[in-house]
C-alpha cells in the first residue's frame, strides 16, 4: 500500500508488528518516507507505472493486508483498485471522526465509503441516549512537535525530488509557499482571536442570538474533492450567501468561520464582500460575519445552526445539540440526525437533533470505527494504541501467510489533532464542553 501519517508511528507500529511475528514490508515514494522509515524499497516511477509495480509486489510477497492513511490519494485510490481485484484487504488509517484523541481505522474504506454499521432501532429505543461522553486518554501535544515533523517532511522530500522526479504530493504546494502560508497564518493568530471574540460578544449579549454557524474546511481537502458537489470552497460559500439573503429571516445572522489549519492558505472576505454587494441587501452587511479564528464550541453551543459540507465538525454541533444541515456527503448525514429538507428551508426551521438517536449513533461510531490514541504522540504515550492494531492486523495475517504490507508516512491533515488541543476554555464556557472529546476546540 502506501502512506501513512508523517512521523514515526508507522515505522512504530511495524516494530511492534515484527515482534510478534508478522513480517512487514514497506515502499518509500520520497525522501520525507525515507527519514521515518529508513527501510523498504523505492518505488520512483510515474503514477500510471504503479499499478503493475504493486501487482508485481504483491505476488511476490503475498500480503494478508495492506495498510494506507488517507483513502483518497492518487497512489491509495489506485492502490485500493488493484488491491481489490487481488482480493488483499485494505485497512484505512485517518484522523478521527472523534476528535481529539481518537483516530480511524477501518476495512475497506472512510467516511462515504465506510462499512459503518447504523444502529437498529431496537438499539436507539434500549440506548436511552447514554454515553454521549465518549472518553479516551488526553495528551496535550505541543503544535510545534507536530510541526516540526511536517517540516521534516517536506524538507527531505524537497531534498530528494532528484531522487523521486515522478512523485507527485497529493497537496502539490512547495515548501516556500508552504513556509509563507504559515508565516502569514502565525501574523493572523496575533489579532483574530481578538476579533472573533468581539464578535461572539456581540452576538451573544443581543439577548436572544439567532444565528448560524458555516465551519470551512481546508480549500484542497479530500473529502470536499471527493465526497461532495463542490470543487472549490468559494462556489459553497457563494451558495449558503445566496440562500441566506434570500430565506433566512431577517433577524438571522450568519457566522462563516475559517478553518485553522487554512488561515495563511486563503482569505475569503473580498468573495464574501463581494457576494454581499452583489446579493444587493443593505442589512446584509450586518449580518454576515467573517471570524478567522474563535472558539468552536462556544460557537456551536449557542448557534440555531450548523452548514457544512461534510466536516467531522458536524458530529459536534449535534454533540451540543445544534441542528445540522450537510451540503455534500457525509457518514453522519442519516434521516432522523441531520436536517433532510432544502438549504432554504434550514434557516426558518432547522429542527432539533435528536440526543437520544445521536448518543446511539455516537456509541456505534466509537465501537466500530474509533481508536483511543493520536497518531502524533509519543511512542509511550500510544503503545497502548499500537496494541490495540497490532491485535487487528495480526489476527487478519495468522488468518494468512503472517504478512504484512505496510507503505511510507506522509502529511496531510499531520497537524489538525495537535491544533485542536491549543486552545483553552474562555471564561463562560461549561467544563463538560471545554474538556469533552467532542468539543472540537479547533481555533
Given amino acids: 500500500m502506501l502512506q501513512g501519517p ?18 512487514v514490508d514497506k515502499i518509500n515514494f520520497t525522501g520525507g518516507d525515507v527519514r521515518f522509515f529508513p527501510s523498504g524499497h523505492w518505488f520512483r516511477g510515474a503514477l500510471d507505472q504503479f499499478a503493475d509495480h504493486l501487482v508485481e509486489h504483491v505476488r511476490a510477497a503475498r500480503p494478508d493486508a495492506c495498510l494506507v492513511f488517507g483513502q483518497d490519494r492518487p497512489v491509495h485510490r489506485e492502490a485500493r483498485r488493484v488491491l481489490e481485484e487481488l ?6 488509517f485517518e484522523e478521527g471522526y472523534v ?28 440506548d436511552g441516549g447514554m454515553g454521549l461522553t465518549p472518553q479516551a486518554p488526553h495528551f496535550r501535544l505541543p503544535f510545534r512537535s507536530v510541526a516540526s515533523l511536517a517540516a521534516q517532511y517536506h524538507l527531505l522530500t524537497k531534498l530528494g525530488a532528484p531522487l523521486y522526479p515522478e512523485y507527485q504530493h497529493h497537496r502539490p504546494t512547495g515548501v516556500l509557499i508552504e513556509a509563507l502560508a504559515w508565516l502569514r497564518s502565525g501574523i493572523i493568530k496575533t489579532w483574530a482571536p481578538r476579533h472573533a471574540e468581539k464578535v461572539v460578544q456581540r452576538l451573544l449579549s443581543s439577548g436572544t442570538p439567532r444565528y448560524f454557524l458555516v465551519p470551512l474546511q481546508v480549500h484542497n481537502d479530500s473529502q470536499l474533492q471527493h465526497h461532495s458537489g463542490y470543487t472549490t470552497i468559494v462556489s459553497f460559500i ?22 485553522p489549519m487554512n488561515r495563511g492558505h486563503r482569505d475569503y472576505r473580498g468573495l ?11 442589512s446584509l452587511k450586518r449580518r454576515v460575519h467573517y471570524l478567522r479564528d474563535g472558539h468552536l464550541p462556544t460557537l456551536l453551543e449557542h448557534a440555531s445552526g450548523t452548514v457544512l459540507i461534510n466536516s467531522t465538525v458536524g458530529l459536534s454541533s449535534m ?55 493520536s497518531f502524533y504522540w509519543p511512542r509511550t504515550r500510544y503503545a497502548g494504541l ?8 495480526g489476527a487478519q495475517a495468522r488468518a494468512g501467510k503472517g504478512h504484512m504490507l505496510v507503505a511510507s508516512p506522509t502529511t496531510a491533515a499531520a497537524a489538525e489533532p495537535s491544533a485542536a488541543n491549543q486552545n483553552t476554555s474562555p471564561a463562560g464556557v461549561a467544563p463538560e464542553f471545554a474538556n469533552n472529546p467532542m468539543s472540537h476546540q479547533t481555533a
Fill in 6 to 23: 508523517v512521523g514515526p508511528f508507522f515505522r512504530d507500529l511495524a516494530s511492534s508488528l515484527l515482534k510478534s511475528g508478522v513480517e
Fill in 87 to 92: 482480493g488483499v484487504p485494505v485497512m484505512v
Fill in 99 to 126: 476528535r481529539p484523541n481518537f483516530i480511524t481505522f477501518e476495512v475497506g474504506g472512510v467516511n462515504s465509503r465506510s462499512s459503518f454499521r447504523w444502529p437498529q432501532p431496537t438499539d436507539i429505543a434500549g
Fill in 238 to 259: 457563494e451558495d449558503v450567501l445566496t440562500s441566506f439573503a434570500r430565506h433566512a429571516p431577517s433577524d438571522a445572522h450568519l457566522v462563516i468561520k475559517h478553518h
Fill in 272 to 282: 464574501i464582500r463581494s457576494q454581499v454587494r452583489l446579493l444587493g441587501k443593505d
Fill in 319 to 373: 454533540f451540543h445539540g445544534t441542528p445540522v444541515k450537510v451540503m455534500g456527503q457525509a457518514l453522519y448525514d442519516h434521516p432522523g440526525l441531520t436536517f433532510g429538507g432544502e438549504l432554504d428551508d434550514f434557516w426558518s426551521n432547522p429542527g432539533e437533533v435528536d440526543r437520544v438517536q445521536f448518543g446511539c449513533f455516537l456509541n456505534a461510531l466509537i465501537a466500530q470505527t474509533q481508536l483511543p490514541g
Fill in 386 to 393: 499500537l496494541d490495540t492494531v497490532e491485535a487487528a492486523l
